[in-house]
């Protein structure tokens, strides 16, 4: 693939035979970056899976340190005879949304349940889960504190799950973030990586690559991805 000029003029700054840390990548990100306007950082932590690890359901969500982006939007699957529940929901109700969400007609960015819901709205399994925004009980998104679980996503808290290709991908800030902010959301999701992870001990990571929305990836050295 034929790369631009400024593409390959960020790739002259970047030297081939060193080793990067991440703190050492977040702190450059920013000149790395091809984009005018602030783009986001992304963080892509690929799995050493073996063929029994990858039939696993592996999911996580956290809190970022500090927050970044447009506000969140919470759609909230609740009983109709209980909807103040959920009054800080920007969207809430039961089975009438149902067919809505099935048709597209509703924007969000986030999806909540009560437990008695997750039967009535099993259907939209195949519309939310391609988009990992089916709610499920590892990640916190099909709760009995339907406002306080709310109040949690629009503070900021972000789910991710394993993707096929045996990775995860998160967008831990935006690249005019200062690089100790940017340094903390990162140490915040690995930390939760590892948390999900730990049974199979530190060689579950197989590789950990940084880069902003548009722009070239850098390996963070495997000697620091313990830190």
Not at 31 to 39: A, C, E, R, Y
Not at 44 to 68: A, D, I, M, T, Y
Not at 84 to 99: F, Y
Not at 162 to 177: R, S
């Amino acid at each position: 693939m034929k790369r631009s000029k400024k593409y390959q003029a960020v790739k002259t700054k970047i030297d081939k035979n060193k080793s990067y840390s991440a703190e050492e990548i977040l702190q450059m990100i920013k000149d790395n970056s091809l984009t005018k306007f602030p783009g986001s950082v992304e963080v892509e932590v690929r799995l050493n899976l073996n063929q029994k690890q990858k039939s696993e359901s592996f999911r996580g969500s956290l809190s970022f340190p500090h927050n970044f982006g447009k506000e969140v939007k919470v759609l909230a699957f609740v009983d109709p005879t209980n909807i103040k529940t959920a009054k800080s929901a920007d969207i809430s109700g039961g089975e009438e949304l149902i067919s809505k969400v099935e048709k597209g007609e509703l924007e969000f960015d986030v999806v909540l349940a009560i437990p008695a819901m997750m039967p009535k709205i099993a259907r939209l399994g195949k519309v939310l889960g391609r988009k990992g925004l089916m709610p499920n009980p590892k990640n916190g998104t099909v709760t009995t504190d339907m406002e306080k679980t709310i109040e949690r996503f629009k503070s900021g808290q972000r789910s991710y799950k394993l993707l096929q290709e045996g990775k995860f991908n998160m967008v831990i800030g935006k690249t005019d973030m200062k690089p100790e902010e940017l340094i903390a959301n990162y140490e915040a999701f690995m930390k939760s990586v590892r948390e999900i992870t730990k049974k199979y001990g530190n060689s579950i990571i197989a590789s950990i690559r940084i880069k902003p929305t548009m722009g070239p990836a850098l390996v963070v050295s495997e000697s620091t991805q313990s830190n």
